[in-house]
């Protein structure tokens, strides 16, 4: 992100840039106003004027460990999934037959470690909302071993492998910068296993997106009560929300 801000800069004049960030790129943006990075990574020096969080991972997110297989059968192309990994299961029955695919999961692992920035954004709700009972082995999934139909090491592995909420949270953002939080409320997203144990925008929670623990400046906060997680960076509403911010 720096190093994108100073070509900005460099090549339009500007003194600083608007930063507006989407889902887990929330996550990232954070981090870079934060300053929470690798030791070879750049400290933030100021240079954005406003940041502005979409659907923003605020407190974290549990939902691929939250919902039993559904993400898994997603994404192993032996059940019928194409989406990318970051799944909870080392193991899944797909009709019938087991297979395993570590590198596809949220763990770093003998495989390698493919997904890092799902693990980053991770952070347990299960005291705040009841984990779904009628989802296929969410117990196991988030909590860890055998179920009916998977394995899974457990949401708390994962966390302990990299989660960087808590981090993000405490090292707090300058109160120099205003951040600007919008985020939707319906859980209606089509194709897709919405967040339904409470209230989201299909996949995050109303909750942690509103969240402003560690900001040191928020200008605003809506929600948006009909929009959806991806209706969040299309829908005529929402954008002229941000087009309004950014004026």
């Given at each position: 992100?720096?190093?994108?801000?100073?070509?900005?800069?460099?090549?339009?004049?500007?003194?600083?840039?608007?930063?507006v960030s989407?889902?887990?790129?929330?996550?990232?943006?954070?981090?870079?106003a934060s300053?929470?990075?690798?030791?070879?990574?750049?400290?933030?020096?100021?240079?954005i004027r406003?940041?502005?969080?979409?659907?923003?991972?605020?407190?974290?997110?549990?939902?691929?460990?939250?919902?039993?297989?559904?993400?898994?059968?997603?994404?192993?192309?032996?059940?019928?999934?194409?989406?990318?990994?970051?799944?909870?299961?080392?193991?899944?029955?797909?009709?019938?037959?087991?297979?395993?695919?570590?590198?596809?999961?949220?763990?770093?692992?003998?495989?390698?470690?493919?997904?890092?920035?799902?693990?980053?954004?991770?952070?347990?709700?299960?005291?705040?909302?009841?984990?779904?009972?009628?989802?296929?082995?969410?117990?196991?999934?988030?909590?860890?071993?055998?179920?009916?139909?998977?394995?899974?090491?457990?949401?708390?592995?994962?966390?302990?492998?990299?989660?960087?909420?808590?981090?993000?949270?405490?090292?707090?953002?300058?109160?120099?910068?205003?951040?600007?939080?919008?985020?939707?409320?319906?859980?209606?997203?089509?194709?897709?296993?919405?967040?339904?144990?409470?209230?989201?925008?299909?996949?995050?929670?109303?909750?942690?997106?509103?969240?402003?623990?560690?900001?040191?400046?928020?200008?605003?906060?809506?929600?948006?009560?009909?929009?959806?997680?991806?209706?969040?960076?299309?829908?005529?509403?929402?954008?002229?929300?941000?087009?309004?911010?950014?004026?």
């Amino acid at each position: 992100m720096h190093d994108a801000i100073e070509i900005i800069k460099t090549k339009t004049g500007a003194a600083q840039v608007d930063v507006v960030s989407w889902s887990k790129g929330t996550v990232a943006s954070r981090m870079f106003a934060s300053g929470v990075r690798q030791g070879w990574g750049t400290a933030y020096s100021g240079s954005i004027r406003r940041l502005i969080m979409v659907g923003g991972l605020n407190n974290g997110w549990d939902w691929t460990f939250r919902h039993g297989v559904y993400p898994s059968w997603a994404t192993y192309s032996e059940c019928g999934g194409s989406l990318i990994g970051g799944s909870p299961h080392t193991f899944l029955n797909c009709f019938g037959l087991v297979f395993s695919h570590p590198e596809f999961t949220a763990y770093d692992t003998a495989s390698g470690d493919f997904f890092p920035g799902l693990r980053q954004m991770l952070k347990r709700w299960d005291s705040v909302y009841a984990l779904p009972i009628f989802d296929l082995d969410y117990w196991s999934t988030y909590y860890g071993g055998w179920g009916l139909y998977s394995y899974s090491k457990g949401i708390d592995y994962a966390i302990n492998q990299g989660s960087l909420i808590d981090t993000i949270r405490a090292a707090g953002t300058p109160a120099s910068l205003p951040i600007y939080l919008l985020c939707g409320g319906a859980a209606d997203i089509p194709l897709w296993h919405n967040e339904h144990t409470g209230p989201s925008d299909g996949t995050v929670l109303v909750d942690s997106c509103s969240d402003t623990v560690g900001f040191g400046t928020v200008s605003d906060n809506i929600l948006l009560g009909g929009i959806n997680h991806i209706k969040l960076v299309w829908d005529s509403l929402p954008m002229s929300q941000i087009e309004n911010w950014l004026q």
